[in-house]
């Protein structure tokens, strides 16, 4: 469909949710205790945790199945996680390829592996969506300044530009598939030139777009010397860091 096609992956979508409301600060602190609770949870902590992030993506109005269509390239880093494990990890086999044999331990293995890694994304597609980029860039300006001896300002600014720079890249690789698309080019039958090909030009959008920040940024006269941030609350922040800690517990010990 039409939205489909325009559909950005990591890309902010406006609404009205409570997640939406919420102070990124609590919402950045909550996605890293997330994510290390994932680092130690078992197969039910990590079935607790997705359901919990669907019903958020729903919640934030995130095109959820749109979005997980166009992950086809880390769908293959998944399968070669699975299969790294499966055939690495001694244990019972449970079929056999000549000299090498998959395990059940290291199928297991590698299956809670995987869904760890697709977890993490997807906590990353849901903070991404109900989180504008300059409200990062606000919480990242937030929690260095405290820390001596780092530019906080300066370090917000390229978090910022490198969070922004995720879109963008998605969005120049279907612009640059399209292309070769109306070329001719995807009908080529060598496998390595057309990666080749398709990887050349997409490096070279990518750092003519790279050009175009930095020139707009010295003609605006960019420097370290900052507002310092104001940030919006809900009130609901409380509540949300207590309900927040104690889905982490469970994720991490259930």
Not at 79 to 92: N, Q
Not at 97 to 116: C, D, N, R, T, Y
Not at 130 to 156: D, M, N, Q
Not at 181 to 197: F, H, I, M, S, Y
């Amino acid at each position: 469909s039409q939205a489909m096609a325009g559909l950005t992956l990591f890309t902010h979508t406006p609404g009205p949710s409570r997640l939406h409301a919420l102070d990124v600060r609590i919402k950045s602190l909550l996605a890293c205790l997330l994510s290390l609770a994932l680092a130690r949870s078992s197969f039910s902590g990590c079935l607790l945790l997705a359901a919990v992030l669907v019903t958020a993506a729903r919640h934030a109005g995130l095109p959820l199945a749109g979005s997980l269509k166009r992950l086809g390239w880390f769908y293959l880093l998944l399968f070669f996680v699975v299969a790294g494990r499966a055939f690495s990890i001694p244990g019972e086999p449970i079929m056999a390829f000549g000299i090498l044999s998959i395990s059940g331990q290291g199928m297991a293995s590698g299956i809670l592996a995987a869904g760890k890694f697709f977890l993490v994304m997807l906590l990353g597609l849901v903070f991404t969506a109900c989180t504008p980029l300059s409200e990062l860039k606000k919480a990242v300006y937030y929690f260095l300044r405290p820390v001596p001896l780092i530019p906080h300002a300066r370090v917000a600014v390229i978090m910022g530009l490198s969070l922004a720079f995720i879109p963008m890249i998605f969005q120049k690789a279907d612009q640059v598939s399209d292309a070769r698309k109306a070329r001719g080019a995807d009908g080529v039958k060598r496998p390595v030139r057309q990666a080749v090909g398709f990887g050349s030009a997409l490096l070279r959008a990518c750092f003519s777009k790279a050009d175009q920040v930095a020139l707009a940024m010295e003609a605006r006269a960019y420097s370290d010397n900052r507002t310092p941030p104001v940030f919006r609350t809900s009130g609901r922040e409380g509540a949300a860091l207590v309900l927040g800690v104690t889905l982490a517990i469970l994720v991490a010990y259930i």
